[in-house]
């Protein structure tokens, strides 16, 4: 992934990160199929996860495990999706 794209993304992510503060309820819906209890703590959880994974891509030093990072992350949300179904 070229540079300026890799930037972008990770702010976008950490930018969403962020978002799960601001505007919690946005993210409860989406939320509660994977955590159906303590959504809202969960939601915060994430929101921190998202915000910390978009600083380490942005930063060149620290983009590879930031990459790592998000692909781990994805798959366990994903596992927490389908654990619930």
Not at 29 to 35: R, T
Not at 43 to 65: C, H, P, Q
């Amino acid at each position: 992934m070229a540079r300026s794209a890799a930037k972008t993304f990770g702010f976008l992510l950490a930018a969403t990160g962020a978002a799960h503060f601001a505007a919690p309820q946005v993210f409860e819906p989406v939320s509660a199929a994977a955590f159906p209890e303590d959504t809202r703590s969960w939601v915060y959880r994430n929101g921190a996860t998202e915000l910390a994974i978009g600083l380490a891509v942005v930063n060149r030093r620290t983009r590879k495990l930031g990459f790592a990072a998000f692909a781990a992350y994805g798959a366990w949300l994903g596992s927490r999706v389908a654990a619930g179904r």
